[in-house]
Nanobody, 115 residues
């Protein structure tokens, strides 16, 4: 079973930066979108950012101007550069790569923004 492997989470102070990355543990064909979601305690999972194979991006209003999503189609890797982090960005961040046959999710990586 192919899994999405995430890395880059951790503890950072407000105003700091983190870079998340995600890549499959094996081969996946037919990925048409790569994205990041997050879920804070007591809240629903929400879309943070996504990028299509053509490079079109979409961001949640709360992260526009602070986060940047990028992807490498050849390596099937997606990145999330997070700048100017705020305490309200604290959540478990999940990588997502859907195909028409299956919707792949990562196991989640914790991002904590705190002094």
């Amino acid at each position: 079973q192919v899994q999405l492997v995430e890395s880059g989470g951790g503890l950072v102070q407000p105003g700091g930066t983190l870079r998340l990355s995600c890549t499959p543990s094996g081969s996946i064909a037919g990925i048409y979108l790569m994205g990041w979601y997050r879920q804070a305690p007591g809240k629903q999972r929400e879309l943070v950012a996504s990028i299509s194979r053509s490079g079109a991006t979409n961001y949640a209003d709360s992260v526009k101007g602070r986060f940047t999503i990028s992807g490498d189609n050849a390596k099937i890797t997606v990145y999330l550069q997070m700048n100017s982090l705020k305490p309200e960005d604290t959540a478990v961040y999940y990588c997502n790569m859907p195909t028409f046959q299956y919707n792949y999710w990562g196991q989640g990586t914790q991002v904590t923004v705190s002094t």
